[in-house]
C-alpha cells in the first residue's frame, strides 16, 4: 500500500478498525503517531507492526507495554532519538546497544543501575558520561574511571563533585 508521505501515517485515524495491512503501511510512514493511535483505538499491534513503527522511529516503543527484545534492539538503534528512557529494566545488552547508537551518555541518565561493562562501553564513547554514572549514587570502578579521564580529562571533576577520590593511576591520566 503507497500512501503520501504528507499524511505522517495519520490517514489511520480514517478507519475505526484497521487491518493489519493498513496499521502496517502506517507505522512505515510515521510510526510514533500510527502506533499511538493503534493503542488508542483499543488495538495490540503485532510483532510486526511494532517492529515496523521502532525502526521507523525509537520513540514508538513508548506505547509498547511489554516490547519483546527484538523490539528493544531495533528502538535503541535509532540513532535519531535515544529510545532507552521509555524501556523499562532494559537488559544489559539493550544497554550496551544503546550505547553503540546514540551519544553514550544517554544510557547512563536514563538507566540508574548498569553494569561495569555498560559504564565502560560509556565513558569510552563519551568521558562525561561518567557525570551521570556518579548522578545516580553509582562508584565507578577505578577502571571506568580511567577509560572517562583518558577520554575527555575533564571528566575528573565528576569524581570530585561526587565526594570520590580517584587513584593517583586516574588523577595522572587526567593530566595527560
Known amino acids: 500500500m503507497q500512501l503520501s508521505n504528507s499524511t505522517k501515517g495519520e490517514f489511520i485515524r480514517l478507519f475505526p478498525n484497521p487491518s493489519e495491512e493498513i496499521q502496517l503501511a ?34 514508538a516503543i513508548r506505547f509498547i507495554s511489554k516490547p519483546s527484545e527484538e523490539v528493544q534492539l531495533a528502538a535503541v538503534r535509532d540513532e535519531k532519538v535515544s529510545a532507552i528512557e521509555f524501556i523499562s529494566n532494559p537488559s544489559e545488552k539493550i544497554q550496551l546497544e544503546a550505547v553503540t547508537h546514540d551519544r553514550g551518555y544517554n544510557v547512563c541518565y536514563h538507566v540508574k ?28 570502578s577505578e577502571q571506568v574511571q580511567l577509560a572517562a579521564v583518558k577520554k575527555t580529562s575533564g571528566a575528573i571533576n565528576h569524581l570530585y563533585k561526587s565526594g570520590i577520590v580517584p587513584s593517583e593511576a586516574v588523577k595522572q591520566a587526567a593530566t595527560c
Open 26 to 59: 502506517a507505522v512505515k510512514q510515521h510510526g510514533y503517531f500510527a502506533l499511538k493511535y493503534i493503542y488508542e483505538v483499543g488495538i495490540v499491534p503485532s510483532e510486526e507492526i511494532q517492529l515496523a513503527a521502532v525502526k521507523n522511529h525509537g520513540h
Open 113 to 140: 543501575h548498569h553494569t561495569e561493562a555498560v559504564q565502560l562501553a560509556s565513558v569510552t564513547q563519551n568521558g562525561n558520561s561518567l557525570y551521570y554514572i556518579c548522578l545516580h549514587g553509582n562508584i565507578p
